[in-house]
Each structure stands twice: as structure tokens, then as C-alpha cells.
């Protein structure tokens, strides 16, 4: 959050926590790293090289715990939810509306969310949690995405059988 707010006091503010204690967390995390996580200036913050390092980590980790929130509170209520799912244009138009058709049939209490979109947009969302799941190209190598794994390969030259 103070990363993305660039201001220590409207995170302690969004966060509902004073910004003396916000401060004194993120000295206790500088400590505990052994890095200064952010350049303090006048007019707010900045992320250091190691800040934005652990940032990504954070997200991947707010990322999963989301998922695994999201898994129990189906388990508690029959399968009853919601998933946000990205799709490339490729994958959005020949994959994706049979997939949701027969994941439906499976899961009617499902709420599924679905936003088409290019790599670019979609990437960053799934990074940030915005969405849970994305069919696309393959990321860029400088991206990190836990849990990435492939569904087609151009070398295969056979479509992928998800949907039977």
C-alpha cells in the first residue's frame, strides 16, 4: 500500500492504522531485511531496488493467499464463488467461452468473471490480483508468475483438449 500511495500517511489512512505504526512496521521490516526498502523525501516515498524486489514477492504472496481464500470459502459453501478469469485474444475467442460453458455445467453457483484483453493488460492484472487465472501467450521470462505452466505449444501442433 505505501508503495502505491507513494505517501506513508494516506497508507496508514487506507490501511485504518495510525501512521506512526505504519512507520515503525516498515522500520521493523527494513531491520529485519537488512535493506532500506524506500527513499523517504519531502513530497512521500519511492521504492529502492530492494523495495521493488520485495514488493513483487508481496504481491505473489497476497495473490495466493487470495486464492487460498477463495478455495476455503468455496469448500465452506458448495462451491459457490467468484473467479476472474484473462484470456488473449487468440485464447479469449477459441478456448476460453467452451471452458466457461463446461466449468458452468460443473460449478452452476460459480460466478465467473471474464475480461479479454492483450498481454500487456492482462499480466500485470493477474501480478497485482486483480485477476485469478489468465490463458495467453506465454509471459515474458522477466516476469515472474507463480504457478505459470502451458497448455499448448506452437510444437505441438495439436489443440489443447481441455474442454472434451
Not at 44 to 59: E, M, S
Request: with cysteine; glycine share 8%; net charge positive.
Amino acid at each position: 500500500m505505501v508503495a502505491r500511495e507513494g505517501n506513508v500517511t494516506a497508507a496508514a489512512e487506507k490501511l485504518g492504522i495510525s501512521q506512526p505504526a505504519l512507520t515503525r512496521s516498515i522500520r521493523r521490516l527494513e531491520d529485519e531485511t537488512g535493506f532500506r526498502l524506500f527513499d523517504r523525501h519531502t513530497r512521500g516515498v519511492t521504492p529502492t531496488i530492494y523495495g521493488k524486489a520485495l514488493l513483487r514477492h508481496a504481491q505473489l504472496i497476497d495473490t495466493e493467499c487470495r486464492f487460498a481464500s477463495s478455495e476455503l470459502e468455496a469448500l465452506r459453501s458448495g462451491h459457490r464463488g467468484q473467479i476472474k478469469i484473462g484470456g488473449g485474444p487468440f485464447w479469449g475467442a477459441a478456448l476460453l467461452p467452451r471452458a466457461v460453458a463446461r466449468l458452468h455445467s460443473l460449478l452452476p453457483k460459480l460466478q465467473v468473471n471474464l475480461q479479454i484483453g492483450v498481454n500487456n493488460v492482462l499480466h500485470p492484472k493477474l501480478l497485482d490480483g486483480e485477476l485469478d487465472l489468465v490463458v495467453s501467450a506465454a509471459p515474458p521470462r522477466s516476469i515472474a508468475i507463480s504457478g505459470a505452466f502451458p497448455l499448448y505449444s506452437d510444437h505441438d501442433h495439436t489443440e489443447p483438449d481441455v474442454c472434451p
